[in-house]
C-alpha cells in the first residue's frame, strides 16, 4: 500500500510502518499534495501528527492553487489539525497564490465556525485582503454567515493617533501629528489585533498609502523594522499586496546617513525577500521596482526557489521570462572567499619548492636573487596573512555581473559627496585591483583627506577579463576596445551613464580605447603611461632620453613581453603550479619598475607584494591574464582620442615621453605633468601624487 491510499484510508499503522520503512513524507500525491495536505484535508489528526514527526514540511505549497496542509485544515474544519499544524509553526496567515486567500478566509467559505475561531485565536489578520480586495469579513458577508462575520468584527481598537492616521490613509492628519511630535516608529501593541507589532511605515506600506509612506520616510521612520507576525518589513509588506509606487517610495535615494531599506531582507518564517512576495503572487510591476532597486536575484527560500524559480512554478511565464533576463545583467555579491584548503595547499607547495643553484652574480642581472626569493616565499609560507588582505577588499563591495558572455569582477567605492564624478580605474599586468586600495579612498571621500570635495568620484575597479576574479575567457577576442566597451556597460549598469577613465599599463590601452569611445558615455580620460613605439622623432635631449629608455627596456627588461606574446600558455604550466615560479615573475618587475632607491621592499612592504602575488596565485590566473599580451600587443595601436585628455608621466615608469610627443596625440590635451618620483605603479607607489594629478586632469575637463 502506499502512503496516500494508507492515509486517505486512515490506516495510521500502516502510514507510520511505511514512514519507518523510508516513505517520503514530502513526497507529492494527486494534484502535486503532499502527504500532510492530504491528511490535513481529510482531518486525520493522527496521521498528520505522525507526518510531523516525521518531517513534512508545513510550510509546502501545492502547485495548482498555492495551497498548504493549513488552508487544507481549515477547509475541512478540524480543530485539532489545525492546532497541531500551527503548534508546529505553519503560517496563520499564509495567503494562497491563484486566489490570495489565507486560512482564515477558506475556514469562513466553508463555514467552519470553530476553525475561525481558532485560526483568530492563534493570531490570524481580518485585514488581509485576497486578489479580489476581498477580506474575511466581506467573504462571511458575502455568505450570510453572520455568526462568523459576528466574529470577525469584534475588534478593540486602540487610541494611536498615528496609527489611526495612516490606516485611514489622511496624509494632512499624519502631517500634522508628526509635526507634533508624533513617534514614527511607534509599535501597535499586541493585544491580538491583525495589525499587532506594526509601525506606521509598515502599515501604509502594506496598505498602498504611498504619500505616507514618503511623508514617514522623510520624519524618519526606519524602513528596516520588523512588522506583525511574520517579521515584514515594509518593502515584505508593499510587495506582498503588489504596491509597485510604495516599493519605489521604500527604495528611492534619502538623505545621506539615514537608514535604507533591506531590498534582502529574508523572512525567518519562509525565507522569502520582498522580491519573492511579489513574485509569489504574480505583482509583476513590484517585481520590476524591486529588481531596479537592486534586488537580488540569487538568494533561495528556505525550500530553495530562487524568485525566477518561484515564478516558474506557479507558471507566471511573463515574469519568469523577465527575471531569467535580470539574472542574466544582474550585478550580484562575489566576496572574495578562498577557501582554507587552497592557502594550506599554498604553504605546502611553498615547503617543497625546489630551488635552483644560486645565481653567479651579485645583483639583479640574471633576475632576482637567490637570497632574496628565498626569503621573501619563507615570509610568505610561515608569516603572510592573505585573510587581511580579503577583508580590505571585502569592504569595497566586491560584486560580479555578467557582460558580453563573461562574468567580470569589480570592486565599488561610491563617494558621500552627493555630486561626485563616476570613474572607471584600470589596472595592467602584473598589477590587479589591489593597486588602488590607497588611492580610491583618497578620490572617494577628498573631504576626509584634505582635499576638495568638489573632486569627489565614484570609484569603480574593475578586474581585466582573465585577471582576480572575473572569469577567464574561453575563447579569443578579448583586447582592449572589448574591455573597453564592456566598462560601458558596466558602468551603464551601475547607474553611471557618464563617466571619465584612468589607467596605466593595460589599464593605459582600455582607458584610452574608452577615450575612442568617447561622448557621451566618457566624458575626459587620465593616463599615467605614455607608450612609445621607436617611431617617435626626438627634437630635444628629454625627448632622446625617452627612446633610449623604450630601446633600455627593449633590451633588458622584455623577456617576460616576448613570452607572454608568444606563449601565454607555454609560461602558464610553470607559473600555475609552481607559487615560488609565480611570485619570481612578479616580484621582478617590483624591482625593475618601481621607484625605490635600491631595495623594492622598502617602498611596497612584502605584505603589499605578496597581497598582489597571492591573488595571481590563488585565482590561478598566471596564463589567463599574460594571454592580454598575445591578443593585443602587436596589433593594438591607441585610437584617435577627441575628449579631454590628461598624462601624468612617473620617472621610472617603463616609457618615457615629452608634452610635445603627448599634445601631437591628444589634440585636447588639457593636462601634463612629470612628477618628481615614482614608477610604474603610481597608484601603489605615489598614491598622492597620483590622486592630485586624477583630480587636476577633470578639474579642468569637467569645469571649462
Known sequence: MTLELAIRADDA?????????????????????????????????????????????????EPRMGATALHRAAQSGDTEVIGRLLDHGALVDQQSARLGHTPLMDAVQHKQEAAVRLLLAGGARVTIRN?????????????????????????????????????????????RLIAAGAAVD??????????????????????GHTAVVRVLIAAGADPRRLNGLMGATPAHEAAFAGHAEVVRALTAPGPIGAPVVDLDAQGAYNGF??????????????????????ARLDLGTHTGHTPRQL??????????????????TAIRPRPFAFPQAALDDLRERLARTRWPAPEPVRDWSQGVPSARMRALCDYWRDDYDWRACEARLNALDPSVTR???????????????????????????????LEFGKIAPMLADPRAHGADPQDAFHVVLPSLPGFGLSEQPAGTGWGPERIARAWVELMRRLGYDRFVAQGGDWGHAVTTALGGIGEPAVRAVHSNMFPTYGTEHAVDEQEERALQRGRDFQANESGYQHEQIQSPQTIGYALTDSPAGQAAWIYEKYEQWTDHGGDPETLLSRDEMLDNITLY??????????????????????????????????????????????EEKYPNLVHYNELPRGGHFAAWEQPGLLAEEIRATFRRALRR
Request: aromatic share 8%.
Open 403 to 433: 557582460i558580453d558572455g563573461l562574468d567580470i569582477h569589480f570592486l565599488h567605492l561610491r563617494s558621500p559627496e552627493p555630486g561626485a564624478t563616476p570613474l572607471v580605474m584600470t589596472h595592467g599586468w602584473p598589477g590587479s585591483v
Open 311 to 328: 515564478a516558474e512554478l506557479y507558471e507566471y511565464d511573463d515574469l519568469a521570462r523577465y527575471l531569467a533576463e535580470a539574472e542574466r
Open 273 to 294: 525577500t520582498a522580491l519573492h512576495d511579489a513574485v509569489w503572487h504574480g505583482h509583476e510591476e513590484a517585481a520590476r521596482a524591486l529588481v531596479e532597486a537592486g
Open 131 to 175: 486578489h479580489w480586495q476581498e477580506t474575511a469579513l466581506d467573504l462571511a458577508r458575502r455568505d450570510e454567515s453572520d455568526i462568523i462575520a459576528g466574529l470577525l468584527r469584534a475588534r478593540p481598537e486602540r487610541p494611536q493617533p498615528l496609527v489611526s492616521a495612516v490606516r485611514a490613509g489622511d496624509l494632512g492628519e499624519v502631517e
Open 13 to 61: 499503522a500502516t502510514v507510520s510502518d511505511l514512514l519507518e520503512a523510508g516513505a517520503d513524507p514530502h513526497g507529492p500525491g494527486s494534484g502535486g499534495q503532499t502527504p500532510l495536505m492530504i491528511a490535513a484535508g481529510l482531518g486525520r489528526a493522527t496521521i498528520v501528527e505522525l507526518l510531523l514527526a516525521a518531517g513534512a514540511d508545513v510550510f509546502t505549497a
Open 186 to 207: 511607534e509599535r501597535v501593541p499586541a493585544t491580538g489585533d491583525p495589525d499587532d507589532d506594526y509601525t506606521p511605515l509598515g502599515l501604509a506600506a502594506r496598505d
Open 617 to 662: 596565485w590563488l585565482t590561478g590566473t598566471a596564463a589567463s591574464s599574460a594571454r592580454i599580451y598575445w591578443e593585443s600587443f602587436r596589433s593594438y595601436r591607441d585610437p584617435k582620442v577627441e575628449v579631454p585628455v590628461g598624462v601624468s608621466l612617473f620617472p621610472r615608469d617603463i616609457y618615457l615621453a615629452s608634452r610635445r610627443w603627448a
